[in-house]
């Protein structure tokens, strides 16, 4: 089964790929486990500024992404790719991303395609018509959703066959039992009258997986009690059209 293709619409085509070239992603990339295209919606227009964006009705500062070079670029894609897979936006206007999502993403193998959003927003418009997910990494705000997207392609990429060194790391990463992960100890076995933690040097397999257990839970309750079942935390928001909360 061939790896993932993304597909990245973004306005700085040649700042994408430096954003995932390095590391186990960049390794993945070397050996074509997944396939990257960037797409730069300038590609798309038809006067000679190439214009992407236009002052928003109503006035406000800023600027806005112009639907209908999004809209002749996504076409273009979907006719490279001949497939359908998901128009996915990173925004703020959508549910918080989790593990599970990308998950989910990952088990369906197609890929997606990512919109890199610019300026002070994208025509809402196109949003309505053609975005079909919407995630948010968190309440903040960034320049540009090339760093946002990375972020998605590199989460999704660790998850692949042959893509880290040892089968198991993913499966035992922060969020997958809906834990956080446990803490983690190397050489040397003393730094600044600090010992590593006796049950990590007793060989014993059994004991040390229990206590790895019992550390998570203890790290989640301290750090991220939400996660545990708090009915006041949002961590059952799932995405909707649109990054609607169904």
Not at 2 to 10: A, H, K, L, S
Not at 67 to 89: M, N, T
């Amino acid at each position: 089964m061939p790896g993932p293709r993304f597909d990245v619409i973004t306005l700085f085509p040649d700042l994408f790929p430096s954003l995932v070239e390095l590391g186990v992603v960049g390794r993945a990339l070397k050996k074509q486990l997944f396939e990257l295209n960037c797409w730069n919606p300038r590609d798309f227009t038809d006067d000679p500024h190439r214009t992407v964006d236009d002052r928003p009705y109503g006035g406000g500062p800023g600027m806005v992404m112009l639907a209908e070079p999004l809209v002749r670029c996504v076409k273009a894609i979907r006719e490279a790719r001949g497939d359908s897979a998901p128009l996915v936006f990173l925004t703020p206007h959508g549910p918080l991303l989790k593990q599970e999502n990308i998950r989910a993403f990952s088990d369906q193998g197609a890929g997606a395609i990512l919109l890199c959003g610019r300026y002070e927003g994208v025509d809402q418009r196109f949003i309505d018509e053609y975005v079909e997910q919407t995630y948010c990494l968190g309440d903040f705000v960034l320049s540009g959703g090339e760093l946002a997207v990375a972020c998605f392609v590199d989460a999704w990429v660790r998850l692949l066959p042959d893509v880290l060194n040892h089968a198991l790391s993913a499966t035992q990463d922060s969020f997958e039992a809906g834990l956080l992960d446990c803490p983690h100890y190397t050489r040397p076995e003393v730094f600044e009258n600090k010992a590593v933690p006796d049950v990590l040097l007793s060989g014993n397999h059994a004991r040390i997986e229990s206590w790895r257990f019992e550390q998570a839970k203890v790290y989640t309750e301290r750090f991220r009690p939400e996660l545990l079942g708090n009915p006041d935390s949002d961590s059952n928001n799932q995405t909707g059209k649109a990054g609607k909360k169904v």
